[in-house]
């Protein structure tokens, strides 16, 4: 679905950004049931007003169903043929397109329309928008676990990474982790880019890794948090305030040595030696920039505990909580999305975050409004607790989203909810792209014909997917043998 555009050597003056099969703000792809708009959420946080223009926007121009992805953005999908441009506009004056963006740039999103607009406006301002990839923590300044506020920095990353014509080469899915060491945080999708916060004598330091996960330590046997996922592990430490000047050398070094065809830094590190790559963004900074030894056993202290995404939990301030739920499978539709809104005002501080576990987090309630919170998220089909069993399925959109789908992924993923055993996380993918998972899942149900997977266990030995432990299943088989599997030592 997402395919990625190559990298090439650009100069520094404004390059002409390449197409892409991504979607975007102002760059609606086609599938199976309309239109896909995806919209970038710096930090994964948006307003209430700016869900409400969402909703509003998806009922009038599109199928009026929103998904939360797992980089922690929302994508609006079933967008009507000839209003593309009408959804953009609709989404860029509700401050959700890229920095100085005019509405008038979203007329590049619709055939139609692109050729009365200025070209040239809508090729900026799609490049501005695919560059804007840096995940954070959604507890991001509030998880007591934290060891550094990261919103400043993303809010600094996200400028450098508008700011510069250069890095408009860069492809869509070139993605930066930013982590504060929160206890809530996503560690198993692989980053182009990752820096972690680490505590030291005097303060903290940004520790800094390339094609891969910060390395964290298990919080229990059935962790998905705690895998370290190839990549380099760490390479330096830089302080805080050296950090915009780190990517910004990361970034240049990857566009002056990636080869046409390379889109990931793991293409770069398939050409070029973590020594070679340091070396060339050694010339864009003022500080030492080497690998250090000492760094490679480094490991994140505290365990990510994805749970912390559901249900209430403390914050730094003390009385008040974030409460997180997730709509089943990540999907939303419009009404939902507008109730969400008037909690986050009535509740909390008016605001949304989009976790990476395609949920939904409410922040600053007060502690003694959350058992109405709660109860107003169960009322609107959120899970609320990590024991239920729609919070361990993920699947893609399936057959009725997707052409290249075998199977109705989403239809069969809430039939094996009902018999899916504790404790057992899936993923049904209708076909190797694995949309749904930028992360290896425990098990992967890999569809080969309509309502029958292969069934594959993670595997630290064997690529993608894992191990294949079992073919051409139907969904009460796969529900068998998982149950089978789970009991097994
Ligand atoms: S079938 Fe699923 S995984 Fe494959 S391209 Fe379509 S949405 Fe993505």
């Not at 909703?55 to 009507?80: D, F, P």
């Not at 923590?137 to 550094?148: E, I, N, V, W």
């Not at 989403?410 to 018999?419: H, I, M, V, W």
């Not at 266990?457 to 432990?469: K, L, N």
Request: charged residues 20%.
């Amino acid at each position: 679905m997402n395919q990625a555009s190559p990298s090439t050597v650009l100069p520094d003056a404004a390059p002409a950004p390449r197409p892409s099969a991504c979607p975007g703000l102002l760059r609606i792809v086609a599938a199976r049931d309309g239109g896909i708009c995806r919209i970038k959420l710096p930090g994964g946080e948006l307003n209430a007003a700016q869900a409400e223009a969402i909703a509003e926007a998806s009922a009038r121009h599109a199928a009026g169903v929103i998904e939360l992805t797992n980089r922690a953005n929302l994508q609006v999908r079933g967008v009507r043929g000839g209003e593309a441009a009408a959804l953009s506009a609709a989404l860029v004056a509700a401050g959700l397109g890229p920095d100085g963006v005019a509405p008038d740039a979203a007329a590049g999103s619709d055939a139609m329309a692109k050729r009365a607009a200025p070209a040239s406006n809508a090729l900026r301002a799609a490049a501005a928008d695919d560059v804007r990839n840096v995940m954070i923590s959604p507890a991001a300044g509030r998880d007591p676990f934290a060891l550094f506020d990261t919103r400043p920095l993303c809010a600094e990353l996200l400028t450098l990474l508008q700011g510069e014509a250069r890095f408009a080469a860069l492809s869509p899915k070139f993605a930066l982790l930013v982590d504060g060491g929160e206890r809530l945080a996503r560690l198993d999708h692989p980053h182009d880019v990752w820096l972690a916060a680490s505590q030291v004598r005097d303060g903290v330091r940004f520790v800094f890794g390339l094609a891969g996960c910060p390395p964290a330590v298990a919080l229990s046997q059935n962790s998905t948090q705690a895998r370290r996922v190839d990549g380099t592990g760490a390479l330096a430490a830089v302080s805080p305030s050296q950090v915009p000047a780190l990517v910004r050398a990361l970034l240049h070094t990857f566009l002056d040595l990636a080869a046409a065809d390379a889109t990931r830094m793991r293409h770069l590190l398939a050409a070029h030696s973590v020594d070679a790559v340091l070396q060339r963004a050694q010339t864009y900074v003022d500080f030492p920039l080497s690998r250090d030894a000492s760094l490679a056993s480094w490991h994140r202290a505290t365990p990510a505990d994805a749970a912390r995404r559901l249900g209430a939990h403390a914050q730094r301030t003390t009385e008040t909580c974030h409460v997180g739920g997730q709509p089943p499978l990540g999907r939303l539709d419009a009404a939902t999305l507008h109730a969400l809104a008037a909690l986050a005002r009535q509740q909390g501080n008016g605001t949304l975050h989009v976790t990476p576990w395609q949920s939904v987090l409410l922040t600053d309630i007060a502690a003694h409004a959350v058992p109405v919170v709660l109860t107003a998220l169960n009322t609107l089909g959120l899970a609320c607790d990590a024991t239920q069993a729609i919070t361990r399925l993920i699947a893609c959109a399936g057959s009725p989203g997707c052409a290249k789908s075998l199977a109705d992924t989403k239809a069969d993923a809430l039939r094996l909810a009902a018999r899916l055993p504790e404790n057992v996380e899936v993923h049904l993918s209708g076909c190797p792209r694995s949309c749904a998972a930028a992360h290896c899942a425990p098990y992967t149900l890999l569809a080969v014909s309509p309502g029958t997977y292969d069934l594959y266990r993670r595997d630290d030995g064997h690529p993608d997917f894992g191990q294949c432990v079992a073919r051409q299943l139907t969904i009460e088989q796969a529900a068998d043998l998982l149950d089978h599997l789970a009991r097994s030592p």
